[in-house]
C-alpha cells in the first residue's frame, strides 16, 4: 500500500509531466487496474485501488472513483479527479505506478519486521542491522555530544571518526562540516531528515534525522551514499526508524545506568561543607576511583526554562562525562554540578569547545565555570560562584556559558545591593563628563572607556576611535582640564574604570 501523493511524485518525477486535479490527501493505494473503452466499467470503485484509462474513450462516463486520465488535451474545467494533458505510454506508466507500490511494500514490511525486533526487546544493534537491509547504506546512531552509540555494519569506521578511550566520536572536522551545512540547526529544530552534501565527500550525500525523547533532542542518524544513491522513499522510512529507536533509547542502560549517583553524596558533601579532612576527602576520591589533579573548576548546568520534558538526569550526566574527560558530576539543587580537574591552569585544554556549545544548544541549557582554585575543601566557595550566574543567566555570556571572570563585578555589586546604593560608588568625576558630553556634544567619556577597554595603550585607543594619536591626546588634556584626571594616579584611573563596570550593570539591570 503507498500513498497516492507518493505515485503521483514518481509519475512526475519519472515522466516530467504534471497531473491536474485533487490529489486526495491521505489516500492510500494498493492495487492498479487499466480501464479499457471495451470491458465493462465496474459499478463501483474500490477505494483503495488506482483506475487508469484514456480521457477521450471515459470522458462521457460518470466514474466516481480515485481515476487518472490520460490525454486529456482539452481544458474546460470540468474534469474530474486526476488527468494528464500529455499521451503517456499506457504500459510504461503502470509499470511505473508497479514500482511505488512494490517500494512501499518493501518498505512497510521491513518496518513491520522492525517493529517486531523493538517488541522482541532486541536492542539498537538490531534495529540498525534490520533498516539497512532496505536502506543498503551505513548507518551511524550518534548522540548530543557527537559520541557513537552504534553502527550498521557493527564496528563500522571511516574518516568521520576519531577513537578515543575505545569508543568513536565524530571528528571535528565533520562536526565544522555540519554546522556550515546548518544541519545541527535542523537537529535540534525539526524531526524530518535533510540530505546534504560536504565539500570534502565529493560524490557523497550524507542524510541526517534526528531522534527526540519528550521533545528533547538525544540523538541523530547519519546516514552516507556511500554504497547507493539515496532514493526519495529513505527519508520517510528512516523517520519511521528513529521513531522506534526513540522507544529504544528510553529503555536502554544508557539512559537508565545511576551514573549519577555514584558521585552524588561526595559532591554534595564538598558543596555543603561537610568535609573539614583534606587527607579525607582524598581517600573518598580514591575509593571512587578518581584520580585528581594541581587545579580544580566548579562548572553548573542548567535548563533554559522550566520543562517537565527533560531526559532521564543520567543521560545529561553521561554526556557530559564524554565532554569533560576528567571530572565528577550530579544533580545538586535542580542544576548539574560538575567537578573538573586538570594538570594545567586551562580548563579546556582537552575539551573540545564545539561539541560543548552544540550539546548546550541541542538540549537548550545553559552553562557556568568558576575560577580556577587548588584547594579541593575550597569546592563550597567556588560553588557560590556558579550558583549565582546560573540563578541570573545574564551577564558577559559565549556560546551559552558564563565565566565568572568575566562576571565577578556583577556578583559583587548585586551582593552589596541592599546596603549600598549602586550609583554612588560612580566617581563624580565620570558623573561631571557624562553631564558635559550632553551638554557640549564632546566625546569625552566613550573616549575614557576605549583608553581603558584597550588597557591603557594609547596607539591601539587611537586606532580603536580611528582617530590621530594627537587627537586623542588632546582629548585627554581637555579631560584634565575638566577634572582630577593624571594619567600617573593609578588609584585614581582603577576608580574610573570601576565606575564604568558600575554603569554597565545599572545599565544592565
Request: glycine residues 4%; aromatic residues 14%.
Amino acid at each position: 500500500m503507498a500513498a497516492l501523493e507518493s505515485i503521483i511524485k514518481r509519475i512526475e518525477d519519472t515522466f516530467q509531466v504534471h497531473i491536474h486535479g485533487n490529489t486526495l490527501e491521505n489516500r492510500r493505494i494498493e492495487t492498479l487496474q487499466y480501464l479499457l473503452p471495451s470491458c465493462e466499467i465496474p459499478s463501483v470503485f474500490q477505494p483503495e485501488t488506482l483506475y487508469i484509462g484514456n480521457y477521450t474513450d471515459l470522458y462521457e462516463e460518470s466514474l466516481d472513483g480515485c481515476i487518472l486520465l490520460l490525454n486529456c488535451r482539452t481544458n474546460s474545467g470540468n474534469e474530474k479527479g486526476l488527468y494528464i494533458y500529455q499521451s503517456l505510454d499506457p504500459l510504461l506508466l503502470c509499470n511505473c505506478i508497479q514500482e511505488e507500490l512494490f517500494q512501499s511494500h518493501k518498505g512497510n514490511l521491513k518496518k513491520e519486521e522492525m517493529f517486531q525486533v523493538l517488541q522482541a526487546g532486541y536492542g539498537v544493534q538490531s534495529l540498525l542491522d534490520t533498516a539497512r537491509t532496505l536502506l543498503e547504506n551505513p548507518i551511524t546512531l550518534c548522540t548530543t555530544s557527537f559520541s557513537v552509540l552504534a553502527t550498521s555494519p557493527k564496528h563500522h569506521t571511516d574518516d568521520r571518526f576519531d577513537l578515543y578511550n575505545n569508543k568513536l566520536y565524530l571528528r571535528k572536522s565533520f562536526i565544522q562540516n555540519m554546522k556550515e551545512k546548518k544541519v545541527l540547526h535542523h537537529i535540534f529544530a525539526s524531526s524530518s531528515p535533510i540530505i546534504t552534501g560536504f565539500e570534502d565527500s565529493d560524490g557523497v550525500e550524507y542524510l541526517f534525522c534526528s531522534i527526540h525523547i519528550k521533545h528533547a533532542a538525544v540523538g541523530y542518524l547519519c546516514l552516507n551514499s556511500s554504497y547507493r544513491p539515496f532514493q526519495k522513499e529513505d527519508s520517510s522510512f528512516v523517520m519511521e526508524l528513529a521513531k522506534m529507536l526513540s522507544i529504544e533509547m528510553q529503555k536502554d542502560d544508557f539512559y537508565n545506568e545511576k551514573s549519577g549517583l555514584k558521585y552524588e553524596y561526595f559532591l554534595t558533601d564538598l558543596i555543603e561543607q561537610n568535609l573539614t579532612s583534606l587527607d579525607f576527602a582524598t581517600k573518598r576520591l580514591a575509593q571512587l576511583g578518581q584520580t585528581f589533579y594541581r587545579y580544580f573548576w566548579v562548572l553548573g548546568f542548567t535548563f533554559n526554562g522550566f520543562s517537565n520534558n527533560h531526559m532521564n538526569p543520567n543521560y545529561y550526566i553521561d554526556q557530559l562525562l564524554g565532554i569533560f574527560k576528567h571530572s565528577m558530576v550530579s544533580f545538586y539543587k535542580g542544576n548539574l554540578i560538575l567537578l573538573l580537574t586538570s594538570k594545567n591552569s586551562d580548563p579546556y585544554e582537552k575539551v573540545d569547545r564545539q561539541k560543548l556549545f552544540h550539546f548546550l544548544q541541542l538540549n537548550q541549557m545553559y552553562g557556568a565555570i568558576s575560577f580556577r582554585y587548588e584547594n579541593l575543601l575550597d569546592t563550597h566557595r567556588y560553588y557560590q560562584q556558579v550558583s549565582f550566574l546560573l540563578k541570573g543567566k545574564q551577564g558577559n555570556m559565549k556560546d551559552r556559558f558564563l565565566a565568572y571572570e568575566d562576571n565577578y563585578f556583577h556578583h559583587l555589586l548585586r551582593s552589596s545591593h541592599n546596603t549600598i546604593d549602586t550609583g554612588t560608588l560612580i566617581h563624580p568625576d565620570i558623573l561631571f563628563l557624562s553631564q558635559y558630553d550632553q551638554d557640549n556634544h564632546t566625546e569625552y567619556i566613550s573616549t575614557l572607556k576605549a583608553y581603558f577597554k584597550n588597557n591603557r595603550n594609547a596607539l591601539c585607543t587611537s586606532k580603536y576611535l580611528h582617530i590621530h594619536k594627537s587627537t586623542f591626546f588632546y582629548r585627554l588634556g581637555k579631560i584634565s582640564d575638566l577634572t582630577d584626571f593624571d594619567l600617573e594616579d593609578a588609584k585614581l584611573l582603577f576608580s574610573y574604570e570601576f565606575s564604568f563596570y558600575v554603569m554597565d550593570y545599572l545599565k544592565a539591570e
